[in-house]
């Protein structure tokens, strides 16, 4: 069980993250990487987002299951996420104002983040349990916060250093989203689960 779990948790991390590999939850990715500090202020906010919503909409859709309300499954988990996201706005702008005017409008943002309905929807469809699901989310969250991280870094050096006219601004972001995309594309030869002894 603690295995699966690992291997879960790694996968979602280094070889199915959600920014280079799925590609979901791009706008923020983009909008939010000029800063490190902005970078894992979004980071921490999609995290604690993409572990409730996990485990909440596990329970939503095991009462929409009983209920025979399949199909309002996309619906609710919107709603519930939304739901958390008004809940981290609300904390971040009592606990952190700066942080919460830095991210400005993405932090609303969140609620359309596809990468956070798209962990929801994955849970559902590879079947996981309770727990597999909440460690699904933490993990594609924390993928989430390390690309998004280190796309910041990258960025903030960039920025101090000369490059091309052509290249400035969001050229250069995206060959370095490319770069980056790359770089990570080698955790997919390993073989997770016989590194951990599945």
């Known amino acids: ?48 987002v993409m572990a409730m919503a996990s485990a909440i909409t596990y329970l939503v859709q095991m009462l929409l299951v009983q209920l025979h309300l399949e199909y309002l499954q996309t619906l609710t988990f919107i709603l519930v996420i939304a739901a958390l996201v008004q809940l981290v706005e609300v904390v971040l702008k009592k606990v952190s104002p700066g942080l919460y005017k830095a991210l400005g409008v993405y932090l609303p943002l969140i609620t359309t983040n596809c990468a ?48 091309y006219k052509s290249f400035e601004g969001f050229p250069l972001a995206l060959v370095t989203a490319g770069l980056l995309s790359l770089a990570f594309m080698g955790f997919n030869g390993f073989n997770l689960k016989a590194l951990l002894g599945l």
Do not use: H, W
Request: hydrophobic residues 55%; glycine residues 10%.
């Open 1 to 48: 069980m603690v295995g699966n779990l690992a291997f879960v948790l790694l996968s979602a991390i280094l070889v199915n993250n959600f920014l280079l590999s799925r590609f979901l939850g791009i706008c923020p990715f983009l909008g939010i990487s000029k800063q490190v500090e902005t970078a894992f202020g979004m980071g921490m906010a999609v995290t604690f």
């Open 116 to 163: 956070v309905l798209g962990v929801t929807l994955i849970n559902m469809t590879e079947n996981y349990d309770f727990i597999t699901s909440v460690v699904n989310g933490i993990g594609g969250a924390l993928g989430f916060t390390l690309i998004i991280v280190t796309f910041a870094a990258i960025r903030e050096r960039q920025a101090t250093n000369k490059v």
